[in-house]
């Protein structure tokens, strides 16, 4: 069953959580750094949980990690491992949140170097899932296949977000995903 099925056998409180992401951002390019930064820590925080969990807690994951900007989460000190680790509205793994800070690190100095992350994923664009997934481990903390997969579908860079036959697949494509260009 794929996440667009599964969507119409849940309660009505799940559903509402699960549509919001499902119909407006699941699969669609996002032309934002801070939120490209945002989608890559809530995917490397959903690692062993549910994406619901995540789904329920991305309001206090904003708050707590200054709504991703990354600049400001890159400065943090330990002062703000400590901080986030206590964190009850988020996920509290010391691994994931080293992992947020020192990838925030790594998307400044790819910023430096190609003008935005946006612009790297582009430079790097088209490639297999497997190529994907080597240059995220090469490149960043935290970042095994699932993670990089989801990520990067949930950004319109690999297929696979929406069944062919879900309303929201041809909204995805009128976006002109990565994956579809050429189409």
Sequence with gaps: MSYCTAINFMTADRKALH???????????????????????LEINQAGLSWETILKKEAGFRRAYDNFDIQKVAAYTDADRERLLADEGIIR?????????????????????????????ELHHPKTREEWV???????????????????MSIGYLPGAHAADCPVFEKVLENKPLWAVGR
């Design 19 to 41: 549509k919001a992401y499902h119909d407006h951002l699941y699969g669609f390019p996002i032309h934002d750094d801070d939120e490209l930064f945002c989608r890559l820590v």
């Design 134 to 152: 080597k240059l995220f481990k090469k490149t960043f903390r935290f970042t095994g296949g699932e993670i990089v997969n989801e990520f990067l």
């Design 93 to 121: 793994n010391r691994l994931k949140v080293n992992a947020a800070i020192e990838n925030a690190k790594t998307i400044l100095e790819l910023q430096k170097e190609h003008g935005s992350f946006e612009n790297w994923l």
